[in-house]
């Protein structure tokens, strides 16, 4: 299936908003045992990105994965594009260390900044090479951050309240969702992370998502349902 592998400079460079919508698994839900080689499945399944979960044990209860883990994945796995959700206390002290590492995207949350530092981490995020994505809580509303907006290429927004998969989706933050799409600027991407699966992909795509995490739904299926996982999540 060569040619369903995703060119990561295809993923990075492309203008959202465009009506493609983008599948995510969420390696937090896979065999670690067996990792690169589940991760390799789920992009010959035809998944689009990888999304790495980073725990620091503060800011969510959950201790996960550090840069080496995304070290080993860029190697064993060059053309992947690495999504990296920074669940951390202290984004600063991790942006430079997972770009080195190989990320793609680093998203880092808005509940441990000011809007000031929230810029300039993503300033630095993109002089690194990467693109910078802010995250937001399911109890923080759009409008609290629509105003850093325009120093991301991306919006973040969990339908779960971080630090475990799992749980199940929190609807109402699809208004969220939906304030982002109608304020964010063409060539912005919007992630929804939690809880997401065939029942409310539907629901998360037609409140503006382009970008879906799936972690249980994806990674405790067997693997011959996932090609036929990803044409559901992706819709019609
Ligand atoms: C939650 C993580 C999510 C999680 C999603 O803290 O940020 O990315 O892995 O897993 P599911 O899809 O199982 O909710
Ligand atoms: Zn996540």
Redesign the pocket.
């Known amino acids: 299936m060569a040619e369903t592998i995703p060119s990561r400079q295809r993923l990075r460079q492309r203008p959202a908003g465009g009506g493609e919508v983008l599948v995510a698994p969420?390696i937090?839900?896979a065999d670690f045992a067996h990792l690169a080689d589940a991760c390799r499945a789920a992009i010959d399944a035809g998944a689009d990105l990888l999304?790495i979960?980073v725990m620091d044990g503060h800011f969510?209860p959950n201790l996960t994965f550090g840069p080496a883990l995304v070290a080993s994945l860029r190697e064993a796995l060059p053309d992947a594009c690495l999504d990296v959700?920074l669940?951390v206390m202290d984004p600063g002290m991790f942006i430079g260390p997972f770009a080195e590492a190989g990320a793609d995207h680093i998203s880092f949350h808005a509940e441990v900044l000011e809007e000031a530092d929230a810029r300039r981490l993503a300033d630095r995020t993109r002089e690194l090479g990467c693109t910078a994505g802010l995250a937001i809580n399911p109890d923080k509303p759009f409008e609290a951050v629509a105003g850093w907006l325009d120093a991301f290429e991306m919006l973040l927004v969990?339908s779960?309240f971080?630090?475990?998969?799992?749980?199940p989706f929190i609807a109402d933050v699809l208004d969220s969702v939906r304030a982002g799409r109608a304020g964010s600027a063409s060539g912005q991407w919007i992630e929804l992370?939690?809880?997401?699966g065939p029942a409310n992909a539907a629901q998360a795509r037609g409140a503006g998502c382009d970008l879906l995490?799936?972690?249980?739904?994806f990674f405790r299926q067997d693997r011959s349902a996932w090609p036929e996982l990803l044409r559901q999540l992706r819709g019609p």
Do not use: E, N, W
């Open positions: 969420s937090l839900a999304h979960d969510v959700h669940m969990m779960v971080p630090g475990f998969g799992g749980q992370d939690g809880g997401i995490v799936a972690g249980s739904s």
